[in-house]
């Protein structure tokens, strides 16, 4: 069987009843861990633009915009809503698919949930037909080890799939229907790297999630495109291959088989502080936090020590912007000392131009062998033998925080997996913190009480179109 047909049947057969507890569970933190993000995003530059843009398209008010209280197309509706949800650089990750997988998701299952007035189990079983058929095709054509070598980012490349199944899930396309949206959404793949660090970086996302609507309905209008887009001639593998491709058969027996790669070693993980994600000198700075007492005033220095690698490519200049400071860790580290806290707060332009004075006290030293005990489990596999459930990505970069005191002590913490990591799973607790910070930007606390417990409670929520009219104001 082809690859593209598998999948389709993959998203035609998937139904929330054989999924099991913990994958339900995940998915939940994955879809509530998205629109704390987004609401938190809302009032970005970039997402007021093009608010202001979607505003004078108008269109068919099918559904509601989130965080406002107009509606329009799912199309639109989900532009805005999956930018809203990247700008922060915030939203989830993933090892195994080396990208943000719920900001090319989560909006089509907000727009689309609310058009076609889905239940809160449905909006899980979207989602997850979602993460697992983009996992799949990334695995597929992108051979991770490989992927950096791309210029394409693959929150859209692989994303616009991701969001393609999520819809045809969700309006119940055929199979043949669906090998055709894949089809269309194959043609509309792309988002370069060259634009990180602008706003069309998060556009990547919001544009995967309009594009993948778009590919269903086009698909269930008759619309035509080749049905094996993923494997044939000038097709989708090979126009983003990057590796050698494992060939179809060993993830077609995986699609086969019960797994999910969403809690598997490198499926869903969350960015606990809204940072680029190298998170390992905040969290070592917050393990010395947790069990020693200082004053920062009477910090001599600190030192943070890393691979050379990472040091040689530190920006050492103070930065100017939150946008910048979320890109440089000595900053990072300066600011969670300071302030106890690495939250929404210590990454704002307003925090920047009131620069820490321990900022100027940080330094960077290479990590000898015996500074850190690495506990990787990962074994080593021949290059040439390609596993579907293997991480081919760098190791996580290891990181020692030394702090000088200037009573002579020297008070040390470590870190190789930060709070959030496949390798470091966080509780509903730590997320449900970063969730009510996010949200009480915009929402009251009691709005935010009453919209946590329809998250937490998703598969019990009858009515999806009951979060989306709490959270379209």
Known sequence: MAITKALANYVVGMRYEKIPEDVVDLTKKGILDFFGCAIA?????????????VVKQGGTPECSVLGY??????????????????????????AVLRAHAGVAIAPVVWALGDKYKISGKRAIEAFLTGFEVGTYVARYVMAAKYRNAT?????????????TATAARIMDLTVDQTR??????????????????????????????HDGIMAADLAQMGF?????????????????MTGESPGEQPIIDLM?????????LGGLGFKLYPAAYFHQPISACMEIMERETFLVD???????????????????????????????????????????????????DERVKDMPPLYYKVKTGVLAENDLVLNNEETEEDDDQFSPTKIYSEPETPVVVEIAMKDGRVLVGSCLYPLGHQNNPTNWNALLDKFRECMLLRFTKEEVAKIEDMFVNLDKLDKFEDLVTALAK
């Open 41 to 53: 995003g809302r009032g970005l530059e970039g997402p007021q633009i093009l608010k202001e843009y």
């Open 69 to 94: 209280d107009f509606k329009t197309t799912p199309q639109l509706s989900a532009l805005l809503c999956g930018t809203m949800g990247h700008v922060l650089d915030y939203d989830d990750v993933s």
């Open 151 to 163: 210029p394409f980012h693959v929150t859209k490349a692989v994303g616009i799939i991701s969001a």
């Open 180 to 209: 055709v949206a894949f089809g269309i959404a194959a043609s509309m793949a792309g988002g370069l790297k060259r634009n990180f660090g602008t706003m069309t970086k998060s556009f990547h996302a919001g544009n995967a999630a």
């Open 224 to 240: 035509t495109a080749d049905m094996n887009i993923f494997e044939e001639k000038t097709g989708y593998l090979e126009a983003f």
């Open 256 to 264: 086969n088989s019960g797994f999910w790669y969403i809690t598997s």
């Open 298 to 348: 009477d910090i001599e220095s600190v030192t943070v020590k890393t691979n050379a690698e990472r040091i040689q490519g530190v920006d050492r200049s103070a930065p100017k912007t939150g946008l910048e400071a979320k890109f440089n860790f000595l900053y990072s580290v300066a600011v969670t000392l300071t302030d106890g806290k690495a939250g929404l707060a210590q990454f704002t």
